[in-house]
């Protein structure tokens, strides 16, 4: 077969183009900085770059779940915390009335101290985080608790209802008939859990309910409802029954007696509760610091997978420009003969 200069021509032509292309592929890997440019280029490499940013992404929402979830549990830990002071102290007041010597004067000055209690702790229940109440269940807009006065004009501590209404005086039925509303101070809380996603299918619960707090049972099993205790005691610093409604001779010395227990026993179960919170505060922080960790194998896999050796690559365009620059050297001397090179 003859060569002819033709042939050389389209030779060198097809092989510069290859050597362009080369050219311009590392300059682009170069620029961007990426191996891959499109899935074409190796779809098994871009399948799993996809499938790592969509694990680094969901890892990354994962991160601000536990942030935002440790933060809650902080406000949690901190309001159950100002609930036991106040317990405590309501504690303390009560071990005091045992002393005789007090005057009905000093027992109503405790009684009114005890009064501003019921109502501290029914703001401490309403503590608001990021736009939720934290003891308000699943139903975080709704305030769980409020505070009214009776017809003693005692503080009562008390649920809000579903619909957001402060319940009246259950004492003054007709309150509620002016509003035409049916229902009363008992009206159910919200106990519903609050989970939260802080890896892929682990799910976790965090909230603490303002029912869990003041309904529970004690070491005995005996079904303890800390806002009819509160009741009970202001009721008996007035020398009444426990709901009020009539004088009792013994009112004084239940203070000392059930009340009391009642109280060490809602403190305990407080205790009980903020050890609960702690332990799923260090176990956010552990799913955090597995969280930051598998987000930075998450990233080296990922740079691995696309990113380029940018002094690899450098190498490469310097070899490939050396490669370029003798093919057109050589070209020069291919196409250089002419017809009247023939002629001669």
Known sequence: MRVTNKMLSNSFLRDMRVNL?????????????????????????????????S???????YNTNIVDTINWLDTTDTAIGQLGNSLQRIRELLVGTGNGAYSDNERKAIKDEINEKIGEMAQILNTNFDGQYVFGGTRGTSKPTTSYKDANGNTVLAYVQRDGITPLDPAVPEQYAQLGMIGSVSAPPNTS????????????????????????????GES???????????????????DGSAVDDNAYSKLNNGDLQEITDTITNLLRIRSEVGA???????????????????????????????????????????????????????????????LR
Not at 27 to 49: L, W
């Open 224 to 242: 303890i409802d800390l806002r009819n205790t509160l009741a009970k005691i202001v009721n008996h610093f007035d020398g009444k029954t426990d």
């Open 21 to 53: 292309e080369s050219m311009k592929t590392l300059q682009q890997q170069m620029t961007s900085g990426k191996e891959i440019r499109k899935p074409s280029d190796d779809p098994f490499r871009v399948a799993r770059t996809m499938q790592l940013h």
């Open 280 to 342: 799923k505060q260090n176990r956010m922080d552990s799913a955090k610091n597995k969280n930051e960790d598998q987000n930075f194998n998450f990233t080296e896999i990922l740079s691995h997978t696309e990113d380029i050796d940018i002094t690899e690559k450098t190498m490469e365009y310097a070899t490939m420009q050396t490669v370029y620059m003798a093919s057109l050297q050589t070209s020069a001397r291919v196409i250089q003969p002419s017809l009247i090179d023939y």
């Open 55 to 61: 694990d680094i992404n969901a890892n990354k929402q």
């Open 193 to 220: 859990v609050r989970k939260v996603e802080v890896s892929q299918g682990v799910i976790m619960d965090y909230n603490v309910a303002a029912g869990s707090v003041l309904e529970f049972k004690n070491e005995k």
